[in-house]
């Protein structure tokens, strides 16, 4: 792991991570004859040995005075050292099916000394994921399927107005507009649902 | 129910107390206020502010990266931790739907919840209701208002906290009790509306008489959701009382209570299984069960936190105690109006002290015990002992090296309540205890590269070999 102050309060880590797993648990391929003999349903299976690498990578700070920002990276990689073949080798080869690479980011800028602009912007690649329900829920019969997910990119927009910081007994008085999923991108996440499209908001916050 | 009214009634109590007193020692305060104006100035000497100019929102170090709640700012109005967590990439969002979030939704470096931890305080958040295979976290239970930070370690590095904690640890802190300068409480107000009848209020209360220390949080949360059936409702109310001890120590008791309805999202498929019921007024959704079911989950968690820290020249004392209870009704009314209603219990305690034992040593010794029962069924009980020292070996390297050793003792379920099966047919129990203890070892070393070049100021670099180990991943209660 590198910890580093780049310039000024810009801070930076970079962090590599490596798991030797013994004996990770995980669910049964739900096609498998394995899973359809359990009698509860939904079977977990002992996977010996896995190996998961990651990377994590955060940068932030103030680029200038009234311009700060925030990078985070995450990269995810599964690997079941075992035979390919049984229970456990269809259910180790899953591993590998979450999203490897995500990057979050945002820009905060104050165009006026009272008015905050926030940017967010949200990347993830593709994956695939199980999906297994129960229905009629409490029927113990399990639908299962394997559901996957393309990739997405999803920005997000504020503006933050300081109305006042003390008038009255009242302090702080702050009002917010935003705009969530700017772009409309149409994009799941992991149980096969359609995530909120464009939508609008306003907040407004004070002390006293 | 009844336990519900008794709560209610509780905070009826606790809100009474919180007007009355701000209002009855105003009047005071304007008197002495009065004669500190009557009295002669003081003519101060130079003064040298050491603080820090600027809270920041994010800070990292070496060994994890804290979130400051207050400072930190989203476009959007955040429901819950999850919608801050998520920002950083180290967080996988699972849910279904941002708009009604649910347990468990997210991932921590590509870990489900059964596999890292949650802990308010430093202490382990256990289980939320559900069913045995699931439900360990639900973040809207801890009250927003009361969030100080969020401190996010990852890995597995840190000996405080259990085996469980392969992905890291969500360590959220609440509030720290100080001492309020004037008697008037410092309140907050927050309301938000978004599209699909999304509304947020929030109002915090905090304030304190002498060394005492009061607060108070509501929090409504509502939204017609954006899926077909995905309607949620959720009122969370929490109290605490606090004493600030002498030599900066604090004694502060809290408690919780959640009242929460949410839709699961309904199968709306035009060419699915049940596209006889197709409504185009939602989004296609090919997940879901049968849109007539109309599932949805109701609760009613309460829960009981109690936080002591004092400094002694013994050392720094910490003790954390909790009791929680989270009950559910899954309801699916179709005709006959079948529903599942589960109920858990769990009490968790630890101590620890924090001291210089010699030069250059800060030495951690603890202790923390969790029971997590189902219904009064013990389901899991486990202590936990650890010692960490961290040892600046010179300067610029410094090293954490901790041992934990747990005791867990599991109660397995062996009997399916639907087929009446028995997982072990040797043994014809509905539950078989088995035991698990493991000693652990953690290590987390630092080197400042400062000293070795201009080019390297403020730069280091850390490593960190641990041991992971945990019973609970399998079948995991």
């Known amino acids: 792991m590198l910890t580093r102050r780049i310039w000024k309060d810009i801070n930076l880590k970079v962090d590599f991570s490596y798991y030797e797993i013994n004996d990770y648990v995980v669910s049964a391929d739900s096609k498998s004859s394995y899973y359809k003999k359990s009698p509860w349903g939904r079977r977990k299976i002992n996977l010996d040995k896995v190996i998961k690498e ?21 990269y995810n990689d599964w690997r079941y050292k075992g035979p390919n073949t049984g229970p456990a080798g269809v259910a180790g080869e899953k591993l590998g099916d979450r999203a490897k690479n995500r990057v979050n980011a945002g820009l905060r800028y104050n165009l006026f000394e009272n008015t905050l602009l926030l940017l967010d912007y949200k990347y993830q690649n593709e994956q695939i994921a199980e999906v297994c329900e129960e229905d009629p829920p409490g029927s113990d019969f399990w639908d299962c399927y394997d559901n996957p997910m393309d990739s997405y990119d999803v920005f997000d927009f504020a503006i933050e107005q300081t109305l006042f910081k003390k008038r009255g007994f009242i302090k702080d008085a702050v009002l917010k507009f935003y705009v969530n999923n700017l772009f409309d991108e149409d994009y799941e996440n992991s149980r096969g649902y359609p995530m909120t499209d464009r939508t609008y908001g306003g907040a407004l916050s004070f002390k006293f | 129910m009844k336990k519900a009214l008794k709560i209610g009634y509780v905070y009826l109590a606790v809100l009474f107390i919180i007007i009355a007193i701000p209002c009855s020692i105003l009047a005071q305060e304007k008197k002495e206020a009065d004669k500190q104006e009557k009295k002669e100035p003081v003519k101060l000497e130079q003064i040298t502010v050491t603080a820090p100019g600027e809270k920041e929102a994010i800070t990292i170090t070496p060994q994890s990266t804290t979130i400051d709640v207050e400072e930190y700012k989203t476009p959007g109005t955040p429901q819950n931790i999850v919608d801050i967590l998520r920002d950083q990439a180290i967080i996988d969002f699972r849910g279904s739907s941002d708009l009604v979030q649910t347990n468990d939704n997210i991932y921590m470096r590509g870990f489900d919840t059964r596999s890292f931890v949650t802990a308010v305080d430093g202490l382990a958040v256990e289980k939320v209701g559900g069913y045995k295979g699931g439900h360990f976290v639900d973040y809207s239970t801890i009250p927003f208002g009361q969030i100080e930070s969020i401190e996010i370690i990852p890995g597995p590095h840190s000996a405080l906290y259990s085996g469980r904690s392969l992905g890291g640890v969500l360590n959220v802190k609440t509030k720290t009790p100080k001492r309020y300068e004037t008697l008037k409480p410092d309140f907050k107000v927050m309301t938000s509306y978004r599209s699909y009848n999304t509304q947020t209020h929030r109002l915090n209360l905090d304030g304190g008489v002498g060394s005492f220390i009061y607060g108070f949080s509501y929090e409504k949360y509502r939204t017609d959701g954006y899926l077909r059936n995905n309607n949620a409702d959720i009122d969370t109310i929490s109290g605490r009382f606090g004493y600030i001890l002498p030599s ?230």
């Open chain 1, 54 to 74: 990651g990377v994590e990578v955060e940068i932030n700070g103030h680029i200038i005075d009234p311009l700060s920002f925030y990078v985070s990276y995450a």
């Open chain 2, 248 to 477: 900066d120590g604090y004694i502060s008791l809290s408690a919780s209570y959640q009242e929460a309805s949410r839709e699961m999202p309904v199968n709306n498929d035009p060419e699915g299984k049940y596209k006889d019921y197709y409504d185009s007024s939602y989004p296609k959704t090919e997940s879901g069960s049968n849109p007539l079911d109309e599932p949805r989950r109701d609760k009613e968690p309460y829960s009981f936190r109690l936080n002591v820290k004092q400094p002694t020249p013994i050392g720094k004392w910490t003790l954390g105690a909790y009791y929680s209870h989270d009950d559910q009704v899954y309801r699916y009314e179709r005709g006959d109006q079948r529903r599942y209603k589960t109920e858990w219990n769990s009490y968790g305690a630890n101590i620890q002290n924090e001291i210089e034992l010699f030069e250059n040593h800060l030495v951690t010794v603890g202790f923390d015990y969790v029971q997590l029962r189902y219904k009064w069924q013990k389901m899991d009980v486990s202590y936990g002992g650890f010692i960490q020292d961290r040892w600046s070996i010179i300067p610029r390297l410094s090293l954490i090296a901790g041992l934990r050793y747990e005791d867990i003792n599991i109660w397995w379920n062996n009997k399916n309540f639907r087929t009446g099966e028995y997982c072990n047919p040797s043994i014809q129990k509905e539950y078989i205890k088995k035991g698990y203890h493991q000693l652990v070892p953690k290590s987390f070393l630092t080197y400042e590269l400062d000293d070795l070049s201009d080019a390297l100021r403020d730069t280091s670099i850390s490593a960190g070999v641990s041991r992971i180990w945990t019973p609970k991943s399998y079948c995991q209660i």
